[in-house]
Structures are given as C-alpha cells and as structure tokens.
C-alpha cells in the first residue's frame, strides 16, 4: 500500500462513519499556548474544540496532521524514530466515546476492505488507573467484546505486565497510558495498539517492556479519552463533555502493512535513499554506519522541508534554532559519507515530489525552501572551512600519525584546551567535527570526555578570576539566597537562547541545588546548555545588584514582570530586578526572595542535568560551585 492510497483508506473510514475531513493545520502553532515550538501532536491545533469550543465541521472529524518533535532527535538513526512524521487521527468533540472508538480502531485495522491486518498479532494497552483517577474498565470490557466477537479469547494482564498465554490487554500506569500535550490542557486515559512485527520468532511472550525494547511489538495507533482538563495548579478538572484523540502514525502503519520491519524501508524513504546514494555513492545498506547517516539525512530534510513551507527559518534561538540544527546535523552526516557539496536541495526536491500532492504548500513553497536551505547550507559550509583552517594550523594533520605515538587523550599537553574550545565559542565550529578531527590528527576524542573536560577548563579559570573559594563559612540560607538568584538568571537566560515560549512551570531550591522546571517541547541542545550557561555566568561576572521593589500587581505587569502563578499574588507583589550596565534588563520577576544582593556573590553557575519533566516541561537542575 501507498502512502497516498493508506491516507485515503483513513479518511473514507472515518467519513463513512459521519466524520468531516479536515486539512492538516501548520507545523508551527498559529497561537503559541507557550508549550511547543512546533505541532506535535493532532490534537494540538485542535484544543479549543477539546475544551468545548464548537468545530466548524461538527462534533466529528478526521485528519492528517503534520507533527514534528525533536525531544528524541538524538535516537534518529535507529529503525523507528523520526523528528517529522504524519498522524492520521479520527475526533470526537463530545460526541461518541470508548465503545465506538475502540470497535472502529478494530474494524479500520483488522477487516479486510480496509487494512487488512492479522488480529491475532494485535495486542493493546489500556489505563490501569493512577492517581485518584480509576482503571478503565470501560476500556477493557470493550476490548474483550470486540476480541471476542472476532472468534478470540483474550485475558488481562496482572501487575506484572506479563504477556502469556491468552494475554492481550495489558494496563500500564501514566506514564505509558495517560496522555497529555504539553504541561497542561486536555487530558486522560489512553488504549494503545502494537502490532507483533516478527511472528516468525514464535509464539509471543515476556514482558510488555522488554517486548517494546526489543521491538518485538511497536506500536501504531493510539486512542486518547480526553475526560479532563489539567490546570495550571496541577488539578484534573472533569471536562463537561468527554472526547476521543486518536493518533496513527503514517510511517508505522506503512511499515506494518509493508511487512517490514522500519519506518526507513517504505516507499516514503525508499526515493530518497536512491537520491543520497546517487550524490554520495555510497548504499544504504553498505554498513550501519550508511545505514545511519542515510536515515538521518533523509528525515532531517524531510522535516527541514516541511519546516521552511509553514514559515520557519535558521536562526539561533527558538524554532529557527531546530531547525539550524536539523539542516546542519544532515550536512554534517553527509559529510560523513563523504558528500562535500551542496546537496540538501536535491534531496528536497525528492521530498517535495512524493509529498507536494497531499501537502500542496510544499510545491507552493518550492523556491524558498531551495533557498533557505541553501543558503543555511553554504553558511555552515563557510563555518567548517574556517574551522578547518583554524584547526589544521594549530595541529597539522599527520603529524601524530608520522610520528607513531601513542594517541593522547584530548585535553592532555597536546592540544591547547583553551584555543580548542575558542573554534566552538568563537567560530561555531560543531563538537562533533572538532571531536573528528581531532582523532583524525591523532588525539583521542571521547565525546563526552571532551565536554567534560572543555567545561572543567572553563570552570576553573572562571572560579579562579572571580576569586570565589568556599570555606564552608557560608550557612545553608545564604546558600539558598544564591541559588534563588541563579534561578532568575537561568530563566531569563532560557527565554533568551530558547524563546519566548520558555515559563517557568516549577522551582525547588535546597542549600545545594536548584531545580528548574520550564515550558518546552524540545530536548535543549548540548551546545544550547553552554550558551545558557555562559548567559548566566556573565551576568554574574558583570557584578550586578539585584534590586527589589514592592508594588501592585498591575504594576508589576506594566513593567513585564515575570510571575508564575497570579492568583498565588496578593495586591502588593515584591520585583525582583537584575539590570545590566548598559541599562537593559536582565531578569524581572515577581518573588518572594529572599535573593543575594549582587549577582557577583554567586561564583561559578553550573548546570548539571537536563532532562524532560513531563510532556512539553524540561527540566534543568544546576549548582554554584
Ligand atoms: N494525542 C495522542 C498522541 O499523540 C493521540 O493522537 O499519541
């Protein structure tokens, strides 16, 4: 089956079943709820619908809606992760619920006029219930309806979410089976369906986890009934009236139905993969390391594609940033199968033929997406070749490899740390290339000893020009005053480097660390962390009072203070304000302190972990030393 031809077998099912098709909303949010840079879910454009807003189309409708999400960027390359993707989805707004939801997901996947798939390689999970709110015992008896009427006896899994024997409904908790986009907004319980994609291993059995890990099972379709509205406050509130999401991957169903066993194998990668072996010369499957290079260059200009037609374009922060980011990283791969001219447009062209059709923006858009990505490709070009320049003069290529040695390890006396790290700060010159480089003169280049050890450097001629030693004199308030202070900055940097979209949604401070949690769909680049980073630290170089002030909370937002929860406020508010030398603000919020008095007192800001807090939420955790 097609890609065109499964779309449309979606969208007849869903219109015979009195559902209105509707277009595919931009990738970029028309009205940032300030969670996601990018669309990354169907449901997403569709929100005020879910909360009770009537659709134009009625109270049933279905769709393809284009989704990028970048938060697993890092795991593109294996068999199923892809920053771009498509999801077809059926809607109810207050209209029918699990049964018909459920009886139609069987029906679209298992009969023969539609997909046609083996229901005895089908198993779904459903919600086991979790806080406060109930398993789905709707959701279950309706599965075992819906088995049983197709000839099959099916049984629940226990907690041990073991599948055996006749187990094929398996409830899992909120991690795997609550949805939610973003920090807050519509929200409940979901069913997920997987397909067993090698039935020829035997019989199926083990854990549910481990059979995902494996990939045994993938799943391909999930239904979502949406019973609540999370607030701000982090309350569920019941929704007046309830509403079905349903989410189905083009890509993996492709790949089901291909019999194949990843999304990079279907006719939606296939054309593009014969575009880069025809500019590099290499196979896709010449090696794992093809293998890799192939899918990620195909899915990032694919999404790079998709981006540059709905308005995005490379820049340093927020959307712009992803997709720099993209079009760099498929460049730099490229190079990695040795193409060494320009190449992003001719496999754009590829994607704008097999897709132009059903989204027919991209045809429109046709000059400025070549445009773009050629002039974000020569500019990264000219960004290597001064590196490489830089670089070849500070240690000629060969001359380790001349003399024989043993490799050194990076930073050692060898390489200069400090003029290394100069070719990233100075000249923007990836990691990644410095990395190979490197080795390829004859230094070993661990990745993350490398960072680790570019920070280490930064650190300590940081701590040691401001002065800054801990004698351990310091009680723990005045160490929680810092961290309070750092916590302002680190916000203010984030918003800066990341976007306006970037709230806070969460803080906790103890005397030794601080927690930040903030609004953001994506995972924050490495390179992203260090610019963020170095914002705070020069804010803290640079000496300056923090300055409070009390005044109303209308004031407080006639200068654009920052606050996280309003209603929390009382009529007087405290500002807490950092403002730099050239008289800009560096950070204005509305606190209750206490905070240190000048930002100099901090020393060295030092951010430790970042990772995802819930969906849409990151999260940062980061010291002072
Ligand atoms: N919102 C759900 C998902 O993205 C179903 O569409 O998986």
Redesign the pocket.
Known sequence: MTANELRKKYLDFFESKGHTIIPSASLVPRETDGSTLFTT???HPLVPYLLGEQHPGGNRVANVQKCVRTGDIDDVGDNRHLTFFE?M?NWSFGDYFKKEAIQWSFEFLTNQKWLGLDKNRLYVTVFKGENGIPRDEEAIATWQKVFSDAGMDVEVAGEDEMIKNNVRIIPLGTDDNF?I?GATGPCGGDTEMFYDMRPEEGKLEGKFGDLVDSFRIMEIW?N?FMEFNKTAEGKYEKLAKPNV???MGVERTLTVLDGGYTVFETELFKPLFEKITEISGCGYQDSEETKKAFRIIADHIRASVFMIADGVTPLNTGAGYVLRRLIRRAVRYGKLIGIEKDFTVSVAEIVIQNFGDFYPELKKQREIIFAELKKEEDKFRKTLEKGLAILNKLYPIGVKQLENLEYSPVIGKDVDPEKVFDLYQTYGFPFEIIQEELKKRGFRAGEEEFERRMKKHQDLSRTASAGMFKGGLQDSGEDTRKLHTAAHLLLAALRQILGNHVFQKGSNITPERLRLDFSHGEKVAPEQLILIENLVNRAIDAKLDVLSEEMTLEQAKKIDAMGVFESKYGEKVTVYSIINDAGEVVSREICGGPHAKNTGELGNFKIQKEEASSSGVRRIKAVLT
């Open positions: 879910a169907g449901m999801m989805g949805w986009a999930n979502v999401d349903t989410g």
